[in-house]
């Protein structure tokens, strides 16, 4: 079992900045992939960004060159630095994780972005 916790989400203007955190805990696979997906109200849920323990990224491209992805290995925690924000990224945000234990996921974080 994994727990994640995220934080961060909140009220922004556009053109604002906000920063999410996660953090896993319990039963933490070395090989991972930890990342962001978003869901909009009605629309799918969509991934925003996602990286490995290994640093690889895969970035949606409706976010590439404003938001940012890292982690802390040591830490089990994955940050995404969100900048420029436009009234399109306003959405839940799920931290998603996965390993040889499966799929995980937190329970999602409001982001609303006014224009």
């Known amino acids: 079992q994994v727990q994640l916790v995220e934080s961060g989400g909140g009220l922004v203007q556009a053109g604002g900045s906000l920063r999410l955190s996660c953090a896993a805990s319990?039963?933490?696979?070395?090989?991972?992939?930890m990342g962001w997906y978003r869901q909009a109200p009605g629309k799918q849920r969509e991934l925003v960004a996602v990286?490995?323990?290994?640093?690889?990224?895969n970035v949606a491209d409706s976010v590439k060159g404003r938001f940012t992805i890292s982690r802390d290995n040591a830490k089990n925690t994955v940050s995404l630095q969100m900048n420029s924000l436009k009234s399109e990224d306003t959405a839940v945000y799920y931290c998603?994780?996965?390993?040889?234990?499966?799929?995980?996921w937190g329970k999602g974080t409001l982001v609303t972005v006014s224009s």
């Open positions: 998603k994780w996965t390993g040889s234990g499966g799929d995980y």
């Open positions: 319990g039963t933490i696979s070395r090989a991972n992939v």
């Open positions: 990286i490995s323990s290994g640093g690889n990224t």
